[in-house]
């Protein structure tokens, strides 16, 4: 067990490192670099900055380096915990992404705590009482759930609850806390605010783990094991919590580690259209401007993120199922 | 451990005594969207404390379908729509199980407690992800008021008589730790931990290699003596028959079709799909690379059900002015027993 954790931190470790190779020299394939679209940046507002002054610039930045110098340096920051300077916003990397991060992984973690909530009872019901009202509901507005993109859900859902409840949805703050410190209103003030997003990022994941489970459950329902609980004498719905809903929520647990990078990555439009305050759409911002640092250090927390996170939901399918035998033990 | 108890079978069928469970008459139908299947159709036995009733008959028959009818463990769409399952109670008069609520407490009290079942499988009639000991415990304690320590000296105990060695360190293992030998021996100590008046076996050692299967039949045979115990076993391994039952009823889609003390059945059977299966049985004094006999025409779709005797297109003794248009009733032939056929009178 405690060989299997070492090395599973080594391959993780390992994996991170591989990750922030490959995000660095992907980030700088395009030709240019930051200095060229500040340039190109300054040349629309009608300045015009010489070849002797961009190549003052490139020095500075230290640009005018080799790449692998650049990526050695970066990585000697790295170990003192420092991500680098981000020329964007001309702030440590640090500071740019600090609240952020911490917000995106609260909404995570609530979008996670919801998909559960919901998805799960759900696809139980929707398995045992199959081609029932509620079967054929919940199929249907899970489908729906799918098909619809998440901005447009955004949308709709900013439009209604401004009309209908007059809340202003966008961000996850009202006014007077963006940038109060943190205090027991400003974390209610969060989570009243969280509620819409939570429900578009989970809506699909939602509608599609009602299908896994739904699925799983169906398979399971005619196990013997079953008929062996049922031919026990136990009663229908503590046999089927014990043993099929059991075995069906494998994969919910499965889903849980790339909950995370989803949220970063694949929820940038809906992000942007709410205003929220997570690294998505400074992601976005970096990769246009070629701000590599910036860049490169969010997808670095981002693979590290995802690394643990899946470590996690093997260890608790390690623990959910104990035929999943730990490697080599 | 208890000693075993000295062999006093009563034989109830002698003394008169009414039957422990009498089936009448049941008819289980899946209503599928292509047609309505009659998996069980007017099959009726009876059994007696202390002894076995085997059940035989070709994939398909209804054989693990009427088991499960008695206990309403059928899955969807399956409905139970005809019939009574009659349970005696000590003294009392009896209970029809078909009249309790499908999963209220009374039928679960019935079931795993009066009434137990083994499975065919082995392998997958166990939960995967829990421990033996804990299944174990979880049957004794719905029929029992132990506490958890009592339930699992009990479970360790019962695992030690059907034979698992090392019982106290194999109750905290998971089943694909064990054997399919292992396993069905565990199976049976869960069944039998509650000390059922009924067991019912649906093939139990189909799926085991022949010296497993001699040695869980004995372990069967031994416990049903010292409990004193009912079986319902069922198979469609006619060997296996000759070795545990005492009353053999003979199943031909969804219906008995005979029935009657083992001996009987074996010398002299009187349907003549008794006797085709009997015939279709391989012998050690057939002649090397003789064609091994064997029953004409194709088991029918349930759905196709002949009219009539649903046996006649099979039937080397049709008779056509009859077998296709009336169904026989089961009728008495000899002192007990029984074969619906209507070479034995045309009531």
């Known amino acids: ?329 | 451990m208890q000693s075993p108890e000295p062999e006093t079978v009563v034989t109830d069928e002698d003394t008169g005594t009414r039957p422990l469970l009498s089936v009448e008459d049941l008819q289980t139908y899946f209503f599928t969207d292509e047609g309505t299947i009659k998996a069980v159709d007017g099959a009726s036995f009876d059994v007696y404390s202390g002894r076995t009733l085997g059940i035989v008959g070709e994939s398909g028959c209804g054989k693990s379908i009427t088991a499960k009818s008695i206990l309403q463990i059928i899955d969807n769409p399956g409905r139970i729509v005809g019939g009574q399952v009659k349970l005696s109670s000590n003294g009392d008069a009896s209970k029809n199980l078909l009249e309790m609520e499908p999963n209220g407490e009374e039928i679960r009290s019935i079931r795993g407690g009066e009434i137990s079942m083994i499975f065919q499988e082995p392998m997958t009639s166990f939960s995967p992800i829990h421990t033996f000991g804990n299944q174990i415990i979880e049957a004794i304690r719905l029929h029992s008021p132990l506490d958890k320590e009592e339930a699992h000296g009990l479970a360790v105990d019962w695992l030690r008589r059907v034979g698992i060695p090392s019982p106290e360190q194999r109750m905290s293992e998971y089943p694909y730790q064990f054997s399919g030998g292992q396993r069905q021996r565990a199976m049976i100590a869960m069944a039998l931990c509650t000390e059922p008046r009924i067991l019912i076996a649906d093939e139990p050692t189909t799926a085991l290699d022949v010296t497993t299967q001699a040695q869980i039949l004995d372990i069967l045979q031994t416990l049903q003596k010292q409990n004193d115990m009912s079986i319902i076993f069922i198979t469609h391994d006619l060997g296996v028959i000759a070795e545990v039952a005492d009353v053999v009823a003979v199943m031909y889609l969804g219906k008995v079709v005979e029935i009657g003390p083992v001996e009987s059945i074996f010398s002299s059977p009187k349907h003549p799909y008794t006797k085709a299966l009997l015939s279709s049985m391989p012998t050690i004094d057939a002649a090397p690379r003789e064609r091994m006999p064997s029953i004409t025409g194709a088991i029918p779709h349930p759905q196709n059900r002949p009219s009539g005797c649903s046996f006649h297109p099979r039937c080397p003794s049709y008779m056509s002015d009859i077998c296709g248009l009336r169904e026989p009733d089961l009728v008495s032939i000899g002192t007990d027993q029984q074969a619906s056929c209507f070479l034995y009178g045309r009531n």
Not at chain 1, 110 to 126: D, E, K, N, R, Y
Not at chain 1, 143 to 163: K, N, R
Not at chain 1, 237 to 260: D, E, H
């Open chain 1, 1 to 329: 067990m405690l060989g299997y954790l070492i090395r599973r931190l080594f391959y993780a470790v390992l994996a991170v490192w591989a990750v922030s190779i490959i995000s660095f020299f992907i980030i700088n394939l395009p030709p240019g670099d930051y200095v060229t679209s500040y340039i190109a940046q300054l040349a629309i507002q009608g300045n015009i900055i010489g070849a002797e002054e961009a190549e003052s610039l490139r020095e500075y930045y230290g640009l005018d380096q080799p790449s692998y110098v650049q990526y050695l340096k970066w990585m000697n920051q790295i170990r003192q915990g420092n991500l680098g300077f981000s020329f964007e916003f001309g702030l440590p990397v640090n500071d740019v992404i600090g609240e952020r991060l911490v917000l995106t992984m609260i909404l995570a973690a609530a979008t996670i705590v919801f998909i559960w909530i919901v998805a799960i009872p759900i696809g139980i019901l929707s398995a045992v009482r199959q081609y029932s009202i509620w079967d054929h509901t919940f199929t249907f507005f899970g489908f729906v759930g799918l098909a619809v993109p998440d901005f447009m859900l955004a949308l709709i859902m900013m439009y209604f609850s401004f009309v209908l409840f007059d809340f202003s949805v966008g961000g996850l703050f009202s006014p007077e806390y963006v940038t109060a410190s943190w205090s027991l209103g400003r974390g209610f003030d969060l989570a009243q605010h969280m509620i819409i997003p939570i429900i578009i990022l989970g809506t699909a994941g939602t509608a599609s783990l009602i299908r896994i489970t739904r699925a799983n459950l169906l398979d399971e329902l005619r196990k013997p094991y079953v008929a062996t609980a049922r031919a026990k004498g136990l009663s229908e719905w503590r046999l089927i919590l014990k043993y099929p809903v059991r075995m069906a929520l494998n994969p919910a647990i499965s889903m849980t580690a790339y909950i995370l990078p989803f949220l970063v990555s694949g929820s940038i439009v809906v992000s942007v259209v709410l205003g929220l305050p997570t690294v998505g759409p400074i992601l976005l911002k970096a990769l246009v401007a070629q701000d590599m640092f910036l860049a490169g250090g969010i997808i670095l927390l981002i693979g590290w993120m995802t690394v643990v996170g899946t470590f996690l939901s093997d260890l608790l399918l390690v623990w959910a199922d104990p035929r999943v035998k730990f490697e080599g033990r």
